[in-house]
């Protein structure tokens, strides 16, 4: 089974940027999307942002754009998200996923990123 590692979090003044990596322990091109989900305590996970691995094409959620870039390597199995601009309400822990042609999910084990006032 692919493993997913994710890395980069960490504790941040509000303004400040982080980025998140996630490599993959095999290749990555059988599947198709690529990035990041975040969880706060009490809520469930959500959608941050994605990368598509077969056409190279990204979404970031609504709330992060212009402040949140997702890019991809398929060459590194990796995916990486660049947080500009971070706010407090940023504070989550961010796992990084793997999805196949069949919905199924993959996880990371989580990064935490802290932002504080």
């Known amino acids: 089974q692919v493993q997913l590692l994710d890395s980069g979090g960490g504790l941040v003044q509000a303004g400040g940027s982080l980025r998140l990596s996630c490599v993959a322990s095999?290749?990555?091109?059988?599947?198709?999307?690529m990035g990041w989900y975040r969880q706060r305590p009490g809520e469930r996970r959500e959608l941050v942002a994605s990368?598509?691995?077969?056409?190279?094409?990204?979404y970031v959620s609504d709330s992060r754009k212009g402040r949140f870039t997702i890019s991809g390597d398929n060459a590194k199995n990796a995916v990486y998200l660049q947080m500009n601009s971070l706010k407090p309400e940023d504070t989550a822990v961010y796992y990084c996923?793997?999805?196949?042609?069949?919905?199924?999910?993959?996880w990371g084990q989580g990064t935490q990123v802290t932002v504080s006032s």
């Open positions: 996923y793997l999805e196949d042609a069949y919905s199924r999910i993959y």
């Open positions: 095999q290749s990555t091109t059988s599947f198709n999307y």
């Open positions: 990368f598509t691995i077969y056409d190279g094409s990204t």
